[in-house]
């Protein structure tokens, strides 16, 4: 549901210099891109601001619209998104909704405008370059350079294959889902391969739309739990299918670690 002209150097973070690997390099917030802020009305602004004083009621803000989602969750309007694996060793995520290029990174995400190429297809935003043709692409910033091979890709969640949910996240090992309802502040869970069931009110305590991170804790006192939202470049660890997010759920002594998307109406 719901990344602005950005200065070059603060894409640098993306590659390293030759011979170094990205993930390996964590970048201070202030030298990360700016990702599109999410456009939140009154309603849903009022929303979070009555969540983050920290309601704990089961049945308080309900009534209330779900928050928006940074941008940087969703597919925007992408059919799919494509898993890339590159050298130096790192791994990244593109959807291609329209004629613009989302790209998710270790470190965060990233929307390249279309440019003028001789063949392929090139994208640009600073000093960042996506270049590919077929099964392969090259990512060029000042500070170095990336060879990539696509790898799996994934079909997008839409609305009509998960009517009523915002935002889709799972994971391995044990099985886990959670759902989180576009309509209200509430979260179904499916824990233990599906054996426990569980549907909470949540509120905000982090909505960061510039770093596309979100931070949900229970609305209620008898169940409390904790779930991070973080745009990066995320990878099914059984079957390698690409995702925009990671998702780490906290709750009754156990974390559970997975991907999830956003999913559009």
């Not at 889902?177 to 905000?204: C, F, K, S, W």
Request: charged share 25%; net charge negative; hydrophobic share 35%.
């Amino acid at each position: 549901m719901s990344s602005a002209v950005i200065s070059p150097s603060r894409f640098l973070p993306l590659l390293l210099g030759a011979g170094l690997v990205l993930a390996g390099c964590a970048t201070p917030p202030s030298s990360r891109p700016d990702p599109k802020p999410a456009v939140v009305d009154s309603a849903a602004a009022t929303a979070i601001a009555r969540q983050q004083g920290g309601d704990t009621d089961a049945d308080e803000g309900l009534d209330e619209p779900a928050p928006l989602m940074p941008s940087t969750f969703f597919a925007g309007g992408a059919e799919r998104f494509v898993a890339w694996r590159c050298t130096p060793a790192q791994d990244l995520v593109s959807a291609f909704p329209g004629s613009e290029l989302r790209l998710w990174s270790s470190h965060g995400a990233y929307r390249l405008a279309p440019a003028v190429v001789a063949s392929g297809a090139r994208y640009v935003q600073g000093d960042l370059s996506f270049w590919n043709k077929g099964d392969e692409a090259r990512v060029e910033s000042d500070n170095g350079r990336l060879e990539c091979k696509q790898d799996v890709a994934r079909q997008a969640m839409t609305r009509e294959e998960r009517p009523g949910v915002m935002f889709h996240g799972r994971g391995n090992e044990p099985g886990w889902v959670i759902n989180l309802a576009h309509d209200a502040p509430q979260v179904t869970m499916l824990l233990d391969y599906g054996e426990r069931e569980l549907e909470l009110p949540y509120r905000v305590t982090e909505m960061d739309n510039e770093n596309g991170r979100v931070t949900l804790a229970s609305g209620r006192e008898d169940q409390p739990f904790r779930l991070e939202l973080e745009a990066r470049a995320c990878f099914d660890d059984m079957s390698g299918q690409p995702f925009p997010v990671r998702v780490m759920l906290d709750i009754d002594g156990q974390r559970y670690r997975g991907c999830g998307q956003g999913i559009a109406p």
